[in-house]
């Protein structure tokens, strides 16, 4: 049902038969006209969906990793895979969720939801976004390339096994020989364009777009958040690519950077890649948070609490984050003074990330809080973002981060900021969007199996993964000696990881289901606040049939309430 | 009702966490080989005790946060048929300098409290009567040098007690032959890399004679699981004992064996029982064993075999032509616990069957099978037997 306070315009309000209708009518073509039309689409939103869905096909390629991974560490001295494949397996599945799986999937999101909430008809370069999204395609795909024309040993198919890190010299020709490696740095390369691209196409869409009346201190928090996460692109990613370039020169061109028989540096290619690394956290967090800031105040029926205060936060977050990187290296024969300053920085970060975690607390204080999905995957993210926080407060304690370094305790940590946190709030995305990408909603039933089975598969994989870490367990190791205690954690930790793997192929099966079953969602079915609710879902190719005008960060809510309005108290 | 399950639940969760943190506490004191708090020298102490003052301090976060949100969560539910909307709130200043400054002021404190062993621990001054060894990280396994004594040994390193009377602390620097390593021994000290081009330092003072488990903790290729490492505590006199054993070379220790030649050959010998963590593969090795593996004879024809194959190119034996440095050195191999960086016991069965094929232990390793005949394996055995 249109509402008719809306204002996205009569176009919207007068045609839930004509205008939208003509909308989905349009893809009725023949087979090759559909595709023809996803290939050469400049529109954001179909970018959008297609980020998305690509880097869903890669979670569940990554996921299947994990599970070898696990099979594999389910009991010590197993022979489930070789050294050489439980190698290949971990650093695809970490290269993979981090590069195509993460961050595809936040520009997804951002590429979809940007310019809809700041009431604009398309990014900024429409162009630069469909080119930024072939790139990255393309950088999987040569990725995932490796395993049929990597040639390993005797000929076979190979993949990297270098660690997702690929920590110099194990890179250089000497001893990674083959092409594995320079698959996976090409495809890096690669996809560090397709991302600096799209973090200009989305700081030029936030400041230049936005909609009559829209004020810096007007736009929602989720825009503003993935501004600030464009500007860390710019800056960490640069360095990545531009390792990876020196990497292919030393391999190719006789170079010697990280070429320590020739006098090159193992620590310069770790400060490059850590001061990629760490922001690149924090550019995949702040999608998350972005998520969290939007569906947490419409599910508590609250406005934001200290919306000025988690916009500098935010800011503050990116810009601090930018002076941690080295908390990866504690142990890598930093100075006293050195290591010091990195502990007193990383620490800093907590200051802005407690505000935030205070804030969303304060704004559940007092609304009326409903439990759908959405909200419930916000819920567990907001304990398990807690956790992951203070076993991050753990890590920057230089001192004692001697023993956790490299051990399963930050492999717990950083998988439970990466599914604690992040994939949490992108299956919240997921379900508070998806009826706005597709027009109907998701199953909530089960939805609700998938939430469970996923918090019960998660805290049994990830709270049980810190204990073999402070028992003496380094990571990345393809098998254990049966005497250390690690034997029965590492069982527990396998079954939660099958746990997890049931929950998502649930979800899979949700997201198809509902996308020819599911209820018809209307454009606002959450009764929430911000412009992209204001128009059908999905939207038309132009979004809004006339440019919205806003007075307030809840244009929508002062629409529904025009006797209590934002506007008079901005 | 739907909201009071998942409160319960979520109440459940923050119970769960603080009974974590028990059951770590109660794991340092069942003391299994790695934990990082059953320490058993200084360094290692400090950290740990650093570690239980950081878990507390995060643990009552956890508490104050966990506790406010599912208050929050359970306490402002939405209640049926009830559609009105909730006052609109949209900050307060004084609340948010609140959770600005509490924050800033418990970091002063943490970030003081790490400054203290962070110094302590890294910048210690050496004393004169320290023990310096030199820690060499090779794929897939670990060379120390005792400069002051003038020994090289390989994957188990020796180290004298210390104690307050008499400290005779270890430092070590350390570094690579070829990728980065990480040495890390979780009861005596944190980890230090290992990198090529670099030499990094750290110190350890055990107090405990005993032999203490660790690994290397930086990925450095197929085989970075089994690259294991062994450090021995031993009494100051046991230490000696050793040092003078590693300090002969095998010239001197050879010559009762020369004379031993003449001996008859005592027949087959079983090969030794297999270690107990062996996996199921190593009982091919059955098949192999032939010869008299300790028969003199054999010893000496072995080395002739050892020392006119490529093995020399790799490996050392004081006191003959073998002087090759790329794989472990060999001059007293039988005093040693393991084979391969731990990948398997130091047994008579397992040295025939490491020699003719290392891949059964630890596929991957830079050793390659020399392909020579089962009667060289066994000469070879025979002979490297006897480099106690």
Same mark, same amino acid.
């Given at each position: 049902?249109?509402?008719?306070?809306?204002?996205?315009?009569?176009?919207?309000?007068?045609?839930?038969?004509?205008?939208?209708?003509?909308?989905?009518?349009?893809?009725?073509?023949?087979?090759?006209?559909?595709?023809?039309?996803?290939?050469?689409?400049?529109?954001?939103?179909?970018?959008?969906?297609?980020?998305?869905?690509?880097?869903?096909?890669?979670?569940?390629?990554?996921?299947?990793?994990?599970?070898?991974?696990?099979?594999?560490?389910?009991?010590?001295?197993?022979?489930?895979?070789?050294?050489?494949?439980?190698?290949?397996?971990?650093?695809?599945?970490?290269?993979?969720?981090?590069?195509?799986?993460?961050?595809?999937?936040?520009?997804?999101?951002?590429?979809?939801?940007?310019?809809?909430?700041?009431?604009?008809?398309?990014?900024?370069?429409?162009?630069?976004?469909?080119?930024?999204?072939?790139?990255?395609?393309?950088?999987?795909?040569?990725?995932?390339?490796?395993?049929?024309?990597?040639?390993?040993?005797?000929?076979?198919?190979?993949?990297?096994?270098?660690?997702?890190?690929?920590?110099?010299?194990?890179?250089?020709?000497?001893?990674?020989?083959?092409?594995?490696?320079?698959?996976?740095?090409?495809?890096?390369?690669?996809?560090?364009?397709?991302?600096?691209?799209?973090?200009?196409?989305?700081?030029?869409?936030?400041?230049?777009?936005?909609?009559?009346?829209?004020?810096?201190?007007?736009?929602?928090?989720?825009?503003?958040?993935?501004?600030?996460?464009?500007?860390?692109?710019?800056?960490?990613?640069?360095?990545?690519?531009?390792?990876?370039?020196?990497?292919?020169?030393?391999?190719?061109?006789?170079?010697?950077?990280?070429?320590?028989?020739?006098?090159?540096?193992?620590?310069?290619?770790?400060?490059?890649?850590?001061?990629?690394?760490?922001?690149?956290?924090?550019?995949?967090?702040?999608?998350?948070?972005?998520?969290?800031?939007?569906?947490?105040?419409?599910?508590?029926?609250?406005?934001?609490? @200290?919306?000025?205060?988690? !916009?500098? *936060?935010?800011?503050?977050?990116?810009?601090? +984050?930018?002076? &941690?990187? /080295? =908390?990866?290296?504690?142990?890598?024969?930093?100075?006293?003074?050195?290591?010091?300053?990195?502990?007193?920085?990383?620490?800093?970060?907590?200051?802005?990330?407690?505000?935030?975690?205070?804030?969303?607390?304060?704004?559940?204080?007092?609304?009326?809080?409903?439990?759908?999905?959405?909200?419930?995957?916000?819920?567990?993210?907001?304990?398990?973002?807690?956790?992951?926080?203070?076993? @991050?407060?753990?890590?920057? !304690?230089? *001192?004692?981060?001697?023993?956790?370094?490299? +051990?399963?305790? &930050?492999? /717990? =940590?950083?998988?439970?900021?990466?599914?604690?946190?992040?994939?949490?709030?992108?299956?919240?995305?997921?379900?508070?969007?998806?009826?706005?990408?597709?027009?109907?909603?998701?199953?909530?039933?089960?939805?609700?199996?998938?939430?469970?089975?996923?918090?019960?598969?998660?805290?049994?994989?990830?709270?049980?993964?810190?204990?073999?870490?402070?028992?003496?367990?380094?990571?990345?190791?393809?098998?254990?000696?049966?005497?250390?205690?690690?034997?029965?954690?590492?069982?527990?930790?396998?079954?939660?990881?099958?746990?997890?793997?049931?929950?998502?192929?649930?979800?899979?099966?949700?997201?198809?289901?509902?996308?020819?079953?599911?209820?018809?969602?209307?454009?606002?079915?959450?009764?929430?606040?911000?412009?992209?609710?204001?128009?059908?879902?999905?939207?038309?190719?132009?979004?809004?049939?006339?440019?919205?005008?806003?007075?307030?960060?809840?244009?929508?809510?002062?629409?529904?309430?025009?006797?209590?309005?934002?506007?008079?108290?901005? | 009702?739907?909201?009071?399950?998942?409160?319960?639940?979520?109440?459940?969760?923050?119970?769960?966490?603080?009974?974590?943190?028990?059951?770590?506490?109660?794991?340092?004191?069942?003391?299994?080989?790695?934990?990082?708090?059953?320490?058993?020298?200084?360094?290692?102490?400090?950290?740990?005790?650093?570690?239980?003052?950081?878990?507390?301090?995060?643990?009552?976060?956890?508490?104050?946060?966990?506790?406010?949100?599912?208050?929050?969560?359970?306490?402002?539910?939405?209640?049926?048929?009830?559609?009105?909307?909730?006052?609109?709130?949209?900050?307060?200043?004084?609340?948010?300098?609140?959770?600005?400054?509490?924050?800033?002021?418990?970091?002063?404190?943490?970030?003081?409290?790490?400054?203290?062993?962070?110094?302590?621990?890294?910048?210690?001054?050496?004393?004169?009567?320290?023990?310096?060894?030199?820690?060499?990280?090779?794929?897939?396994?670990?060379?120390?040098?005792?400069?002051?004594?003038?020994?090289?040994?390989?994957?188990?390193?020796?180290?004298?007690?210390?104690?307050?009377?008499?400290?005779?602390?270890?430092?070590?620097?350390?570094?690579?032959?070829?990728?980065?390593?990480?040495?890390?021994?979780?009861?005596?000290?944190?980890?230090?890399?290992?990198?090529?081009?670099?030499?990094?330092?750290?110190?350890?003072?055990?107090?405990?004679?005993?032999?203490?488990?660790?690994?290397?903790?930086?990925?450095?290729?197929?085989?970075?699981?089994?690259?294991?490492?062994?450090?021995?505590?031993?009494?100051?006199?046991?230490?000696?004992?050793?040092?003078?054993?590693?300090?002969?070379?095998?010239?001197?220790?050879?010559?009762?064996?020369?004379?031993?030649?003449?001996?008859?050959?005592?027949?087959?010998?079983?090969?030794?029982?297999?270690?107990?963590?062996?996996?199921?593969?190593?009982?091919?090795?059955?098949?192999?064993?032939?010869?008299?593996?300790?028969?003199?004879?054999?010893?000496?024809?072995?080395?002739?075999?050892?020392?006119?194959?490529?093995?020399?190119?790799?490996?050392?034996?004081?006191?003959?032509?073998?002087?090759?440095?790329?794989?472990?050195?060999?001059?007293?191999?039988?005093?040693?616990?393991?084979?391969?960086?731990?990948?398997?016991?130091?047994?008579?069965?397992?040295?025939?069957?490491?020699?003719?094929?290392?891949?059964?232990?630890?596929?991957?390793?830079?050793?390659?099978?020399?392909?020579?005949?089962?009667?060289?394996?066994?000469?070879?055995?025979?002979?490297?037997?006897?480099?106690?």
């Amino acid at each position: 049902m249109a509402d008719q306070s809306l204002p996205a315009g009569q176009g919207i309000q007068a045609g839930h038969g004509s205008e939208t209708a003509l909308d989905r009518t349009s893809a009725h073509g023949t087979y090759l006209e559909l595709v023809h039309s996803w290939i050469v689409t400049v529109d954001h939103k179909k970018l959008g969906i297609m980020y998305i869905a690509y880097a869903l096909v890669f979670l569940l390629v990554a996921g299947a990793e994990a599970m070898l991974i696990r099979i594999q560490l389910i009991k010590p001295h197993n022979d489930f895979l070789s050294p050489y494949s439980f190698n290949r397996m971990f650093t695809m599945h970490g290269t993979t969720m981090v590069f195509l799986v993460g961050m595809p999937i936040l520009f997804g999101f951002g590429n979809y939801l940007v310019p809809l909430m700041i009431g604009a008809r398309d990014m900024a370069f429409p162009r630069l976004n469909a080119f930024s999204f072939w790139v990255s395609a393309f950088a999987g795909l040569l990725l995932y390339y490796s395993f049929i024309g990597g040639v390993g040993l005797s000929g076979t198919g190979s993949a990297p096994d270098i660690a997702w890190f690929a920590y110099a010299p194990l890179t250089e020709k000497a001893f990674s020989p083959g092409h594995t490696t320079d698959y996976w740095a090409i495809a890096i390369l690669a996809n560090g364009i397709g991302s600096i691209g799209t973090a200009i196409n989305i700081i030029a869409t936030v400041f230049c777009m936005r909609c009559k009346g829209m004020t810096l201190m007007r736009i929602p928090l989720l825009p503003w958040l993935y501004a600030t996460m464009s500007f860390l692109v710019l800056v960490a990613v640069s360095p990545l690519t531009a390792c990876q370039a020196m990497l292919l020169i030393d391999r190719y061109l006789g170079g010697h950077f990280f070429d320590t028989q020739a006098g090159g540096s193992a620590i310069l290619w770790a400060h490059f890649f850590w001061i990629f690394g760490h922001p690149e956290v924090y550019v995949l967090v702040l999608p998350a948070f972005a998520f969290a800031n939007e569906i947490i105040p419409v599910f508590s029926r609250k406005a934001i609490f @200290g919306y000025p205060a988690m !916009v500098a *936060a935010s800011v503050g977050i990116g810009f601090i +984050s930018l002076g &941690v990187w /080295a =908390h990866h290296m504690f142990t890598i024969g930093m100075t006293s003074f050195g290591n010091a300053f990195f502990t007193l920085s990383t620490m800093l970060v907590s200051i802005p990330t407690g505000i935030k975690t205070f804030n969303w607390l304060a704004t559940i204080w007092g609304g009326k809080v409903r439990f759908e999905t959405p909200m419930l995957f916000s819920v567990a993210f907001l304990f398990q973002w807690v956790i992951a926080g203070l076993t @991050g407060i753990m890590l920057s !304690v230089s *001192a004692w981060n001697w023993q956790l370094h490299n +051990s399963y305790f &930050v492999v /717990a =940590h950083f998988h439970y900021v990466l599914v604690g946190a992040i994939v949490f709030m992108i299956f919240a995305a997921l379900y508070y969007w998806y009826p706005k990408m597709t027009g109907r909603m998701l199953d909530e039933r089960l939805g609700k199996w998938h939430f469970w089975l996923m918090v019960i598969g998660f805290h049994v994989t990830f709270d049980t993964m810190h204990f073999p870490g402070l028992l003496g367990m380094p990571r990345q190791i393809y098998t254990y000696e049966p005497d250390r205690g690690w034997n029965s954690l590492n069982f527990i930790v396998s079954v939660g990881g099958f746990i997890q793997a049931i929950a998502i192929l649930i979800f899979v099966y949700n997201l198809i289901h509902s996308y020819f079953r599911g209820e018809d969602a209307g454009p606002d079915p959450w009764d929430a606040w911000t412009l992209e609710w204001a128009t059908a879902s999905p939207p038309p190719v132009y979004n809004f049939a006339i440019e919205p005008e806003v007075a307030s960060r809840r244009p929508l809510w002062d629409r529904k309430h025009p006797e209590d309005p934002d506007s008079a108290f901005e | 009702m739907r909201a009071q399950q998942n409160s319960t639940i979520f109440l459940c969760r923050s119970i769960a966490v603080p009974a974590l943190l028990a059951f770590s506490t109660a794991v340092a004191h069942a003391s299994l080989p790695g934990s990082i708090f059953a320490p058993h020298s200084t360094p290692a102490h400090e950290e740990h005790q650093l570690s239980i003052f950081v878990l507390w301090i995060t643990l009552l976060i956890y508490l104050g946060v966990s506790g406010l949100l599912v208050y929050a969560l359970v306490r402002f539910r939405a209640r049926p048929n009830d559609d009105a909307e909730p006052p609109q709130v949209f900050g307060s200043l004084q609340i948010e300098l609140s959770w600005t400054i509490i924050p800033i002021l418990i970091i002063v404190v943490l970030f003081l409290g790490t400054a203290r062993v962070l110094f302590s621990v890294q910048d210690a001054k050496k004393p004169p009567t320290a023990l310096d060894v030199l820690v060499i990280g090779h794929q897939f396994w670990w060379e120390f040098r005792y400069p002051q004594y003038n020994v090289v040994a390989a994957n188990e390193l020796h180290v004298p007690t210390s104690s307050n009377s008499a400290p005779r602390p270890t430092f070590m620097k350390l570094t690579s032959a070829d990728v980065m390593h990480s040495f890390w021994v979780p009861q005596l000290n944190g980890k230090t890399d290992l990198l090529p081009n670099r030499v990094n330092e750290m110190w350890i003072d055990p107090q405990t004679p005993g032999m203490y488990v660790g690994q290397c903790a930086q990925f450095c290729g197929p085989q970075h699981a089994k690259m294991l490492l062994r450090v021995y505590v031993d009494t100051p006199e046991d230490f000696d004992k050793w040092i003078k054993n590693q300090q002969r070379t095998q010239a001197e220790l050879a010559a009762p064996h020369i004379a031993m030649a003449s001996i008859p050959n005592p027949g087959n010998q079983t090969r030794g029982p297999l270690p107990p963590n062996s996996p199921a593969t190593h009982g091919t090795v059955a098949a192999v064993s032939t010869e008299a593996p300790d028969n003199a004879v054999n010893a000496h024809n072995g080395q002739l075999v050892f020392e006119r194959q490529a093995c020399i190119n790799c490996h050392a034996v004081g006191g003959t032509v073998a002087n090759g440095r790329y794989g472990p050195d060999l001059t007293h191999l039988m005093s040693r616990d393991t084979l391969g960086a731990g990948a398997a016991a130091n047994t008579p069965g397992n040295l025939l069957a490491w020699i003719a094929d290392p891949n059964t232990f630890k596929p991957g390793c830079l050793m390659p099978a020399m392909h020579l005949s089962e009667r060289q394996n066994a000469q070879i055995t025979a002979y490297l037997l006897t480099l106690k």
